[in-house]
C-alpha cells in the first residue's frame, strides 16, 4: 500500500537489532487518517468472506481493528488480553504466546463469551514478526469452534518466520506493507 510505505519512508526509523520504530503514527500517535485508508484495504482484500467479528490483540491491535471494523459493517472486535486484569471472567480461552522482541512469555486470553461457535472471524495487527501472536490468536479462534477467515496485517516483517507459521496452519495473510530487509538503517520494501 503506497500511502503506507510512503509514510514509513517519511516518519519510520530503523533502530538496532531490527526493530521499524513507528510510534508517531501506528504503535503511540495513531494517524487516524491513514488508519482509515488501511481499513479501506483491508476490506477490499477481504471482501470476498462475510465477517462476522474482528480478533486483535492488545495493545496496539486495538486502535487499528476498531477503524477496520468499521468498514466490515461494523462487525465487534475483540482483543485479547495479554495483561492480567480484575475484569475477565475465569471462563476463558487461553494460549501461551512467546515475544522474541521482548523475550517474555504472555498468557493471552479471550472470555469464551465473544468468541462463538461457526463464526467468521478476521485477525487484524499491527506487526508480523516471527508470528507467535498471530499463531495463539489462531489457536484461540480454533477452540471456540470459529473460523479464522485470514489474518490482516499493517507492517510485516518479511525476514522473519511469520508469514510461513501462518500459512502452515492454512490462513490467509495480507499485509499492507511487507519488509524485506533493512540497508543501512533505511527500510527495504518487497
Ligand atoms: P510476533 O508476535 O510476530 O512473534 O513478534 P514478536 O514476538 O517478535 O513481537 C513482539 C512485539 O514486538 C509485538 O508487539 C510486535 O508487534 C512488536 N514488534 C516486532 N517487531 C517490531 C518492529 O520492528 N517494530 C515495532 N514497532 N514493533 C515490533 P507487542 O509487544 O505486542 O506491542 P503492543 O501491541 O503491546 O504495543
Known amino acids: 500500500m503506497k500511502l503506507l510505505k510512503n509514510k514509513i519512508f517519511e516518519c519510520g526509523t530503523v533502530t538496532d537489532g531490527n526493530i521499524l520504530r513507528v510510534e508517531n ?7 487516524i487518517k491513514l488508519f482509515n485508508e488501511m481499513g479501506k484495504e483491508f476490506k477490499e482484500r477481504f471482501k470476498d468472506t462475510k465477517i462476522d ?15 477496520v471494523a468499521q468498514y466490515f459493517d461494523y462487525v465487534p472486535v475483540v482483543f485479547a488480553r495479554k495483561f492480567p ?16 522482541t521482548k523475550k517474555i512469555t504472555n498468557m ?3 472470555d469464551k463469551e465473544f468468541l462463538k461457535e461457526g463464526e467468521n472471524v478476521l485477525i487484524i495487527d499491527d506487526f508480523l514478526a516471527n508470528g507467535c501472536a498471530a ?12 473460523n479464522p477467515i485470514g489474518i490482516g496485517i499493517i507492517i510485516e516483517k518479511g525476514f522473519q518466520g511469520g508469514r510461513k507459521a501462518i500459512e502452515d496452519l ?21
Not at 25 to 31: E, K, L, P, R, Y
Not at 55 to 61: K, R
Request: zero cysteines.
Open 25 to 31: 503514527f501506528i504503535n503511540h500517535q495513531m494517524d
Open 53 to 67: 467479528k474482528i480478533l486483535t490483540i492488545e495493545t496496539s491491535g486495538i486502535g487499528i481493528s476498531a477503524i
Open 85 to 100: 486484569s480484575a475484569i475477565i471472567s475465569e471462563n476463558t480461552y487461553n494460549y501461551e504466546v512467546y515475544s522474541y
Open 108 to 110: 493471552v486470553r479471550v
Open 135 to 146: 499463531v495463539g490468536l489462531i489457536n484461540i479462534v480454533k477452540q471456540a469452534k470459529a
Open 170 to 190: 492454512g490462513v490467509k495473510v495480507e499485509s499492507l506493507a511487507i519488509i524485506d530487509h533493512f540497508e543501512d538503517g533505511k527500510v527495504v520494501f518487497r
